[in-house]
């Protein structure tokens, strides 16, 4: 059974910092684009950051460049998520993705699996 696990989520305040991890179980995620996505409450889930298998390219969502960093260990078929200046809009359930295949569809939300989430709330 695949399955991706997301870890590291909590309450901080404005200004501080997170890192999220997502692990992964039940296969290798060799070749798989892999990504962040977070959803607030009454909100569609958006894309975050993603990295490319070799770890050779990042993506980011305009609002947090510059403030999050997104890296993968392939030996241990984790990702991470370093999120730095932490504001209150970056409240929401942040989720893991894999995408097997070409990148593009990962930018849209497509994805072949899914983490269950982790909670971020960064207080004011």
């Known amino acids: 059974q695949v399955q991706l696990v997301e870890s590291g989520g909590g309450l901080v305040q404005a200004g501080g910092s997170l890192r999220l991890s997502c692990g992964a179980s039940g296969r290798t995620f060799s070749g798989y684009t892999m990504g962040w996505f977070h959803q607030a409450p009454g909100k569609k889930r958006e894309f975050v950051a993603a990295i490319t298998w070799s770890g050779g390219s990042t993506y980011y969502a305009d609002s947090v460049k510059g403030r999050f960093t997104i890296s993968r260990d392939k030996a241990q078929n984790a990702m991470y998520l370093q999120m730095n200046n932490l504001k209150p809009e970056d409240t929401a359930a942040y989720y893991c993705?894999?995408?097997?295949?070409?990148?593009?569809?990962?930018?849209?939300?497509?994805?072949?699996?899914w983490g269950q989430g982790t909670q971020v709330t960064v207080s004011s």
């Open positions: 993705a894999a995408r097997g295949g070409s990148i593009a569809p990962i930018f849209r939300g497509e994805a072949d699996y």
